[in-house]
């Protein structure tokens, strides 16, 4: 049953620019008798007051026709993707993805749908989940207006994640991780009848029909969401954390351990240093750390897992020597030859396990780090010596002194590399 809403008040959350181009949009479809609707994230999006710049527009006509149309118009780039019946428009700093409005029939669990053309209610009703299912129409004399097959508004409201019929996650079960994804990123709950579905496409074993890639990248979009730790945290609920490794452990301590990763984070952005790394990886090394060397190599073969993730996830073994070595460090010169050795990602964990390491972590990162010593061999040789290993334990030497801060500039530098020289030139 449908039911059209006003949502005015929040079409003027849109920037002027992007309004503009909806409603050019909106004309085109006009012109070519064609129904135009903007669906999927941002409809849903806006309703909760915020602008999705994922631009879904679908067609109830011909998609494409009104693709190569609308790039004309407004100088974009066109891309037709005829298997798909799909175009994208780019323009220079969004892109539209158009489609024609569809029924999608799937043949098997998990198979590709077979595709026919269908009307505005049978492709909001293909998708996942009522919210997802909403449709802003674009078209001049409806424009704005939010259309609403499946009650996705009330959902949105009450903050209920219901599916829109019982074969969806047999269909597809990648949605079961799009729940978690939205239940976590707003904060919302399963609706009963839903929670019954996701059990039981769980208890027959949907996630197995998934590649370990896309499982893999699942994970790491949930990881990614704004709430990583209610994300896991469903995925422990609903048995599922197995699928990535039998040892795999959700427990109090990994749910504080998850939960100081923000901390961490947090303190690092304020220490404003330059840094470059991946966010969620610490959540993935933090849900993984409690397994051993073996699972973490079966765990890394079976998702195909990069080289330097790899590296993190070994070195995540070591954290607590790493830990009391640090406690123990008596210079600066100590905490530095343990840290030199570690990636950005391993000294976060570091303080994900311990945040009372957040001085000598933030020392080496702001300071020690960049530590460099202005003599070199040249200096040496000039004084009279001829190369040796003697010079390497020399200037490693001046190094630890610098460090330290024992030495500070040039001239004490070469005072105390002449001072060791003499040194063991009398030993
Ligand atoms: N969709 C679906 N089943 C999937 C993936 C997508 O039904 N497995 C539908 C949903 O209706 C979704 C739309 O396709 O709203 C667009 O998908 P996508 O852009 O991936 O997701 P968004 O809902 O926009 O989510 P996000 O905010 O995470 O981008």
Wanted: overall charge negative; charged content about 30%.
């Amino acid at each position: 049953q449908e039911k059209r809403y006003d949502i005015s008040d929040k079409l003027e959350l849109i920037d002027e620019q992007l309004l503009a181009l909806l409603k050019k949009a909106g004309r085109m479809a006009d012109s070519l008798d064609f129904d135009l609707y903007i669906v999927g994230g941002f409809p849903r999006d806006l309703v909760l007051g915020q602008v999705n710049h994922d631009l879904d527009l679908v067609v109830e006509g011909d998609g494409i026709e009104f693709a190569r149309e609308l790039s004309k118009e407004l100088g974009g780039h066109l891309d037709i993707y005829h298997e798909f019946g799909t175009a994208v428009v780019s323009l220079e700093d969004l892109k539209l993805d158009i489609a024609t409005t569809r029924v999608e029939y799937y043949p098997q669990v998990a198979s590709l749908p077979e595709v026919e053309h269908g009307s505005i209610q049978q492709d909001l009703f293909r998708r996942d989940f009522t919210i997802n299912a909403l449709a802003i129409q674009l078209n001049q004399a409806s424009f704005g207006q939010l259309v609403d097959y499946f009650s996705g508004k009330k959902d949105l409201e009450k903050g209920l994640i219901r599916l829109l019929h019982n074969f969806s996650l047999y269909d597809d079960p990648t949605r079961i991780f799009r729940g978690f994804r939205f239940a976590s990123r707003y904060d919302y709950n399963f609706e009963e009848n839903t929670e019954d579905l996701f059990k039981h496409a769980i208890e027959l074993d949907v996630i197995e029909k998934l590649s370990s890639d896309r499982l893999f990248n699942k994970l790491e979009l949930g990881l990614k969401d704004r709430n990583p730790v209610r994300f896991i945290s469903l995925l422990d609920e609903y048995n599922i954390l197995s699928y990535f490794s039998p040892g795999i452990e959700w427990n109090h301590e990994t749910e504080i351990l998850e939960n100081n990763v923000t901390k961490v984070l947090d303190w690092l952005h304020d220490l404003e240093i330059v840094t470059s790394f991946e966010e969620w990886v610490l959540y993935l090394i933090v849900l993984v750390h409690g397994l051993n060397e073996t699972e973490i190599k079966d765990f890394a073969n079976k998702f195909n897992i990069n080289k330097n993730l790899f590296d993190r996830l070994m070195t995540s073994l070591k954290a607590d020597k790493y830990i009391r070595i640090l406690h123990d460090a008596e210079d600066n010169s100590a905490i530095y030859y343990l840290l030199q050795g570690l990636a950005i990602e391993d000294m976060l964990f570091l303080l994900i396990k311990d945040f009372s390491l957040e001085e000598e972590i933030k020392l080496y990162l702001e300071k020690l780090q960049w530590t460099d010593i202005e003599v070199s061999g040249e200096e040496i040789i000039a004084l009279g010596y001829s190369p040796g290993p003697i010079f390497r334990e020399v200037l490693d030497e001046v190094r630890k002194a610098k460090l330290n801060g024992e030495v500070e500039t040039y001239e004490e530098e070469k005072e105390y590399l002449e001072q060791l020289l003499a040194e063991r030139e009398s030993e």
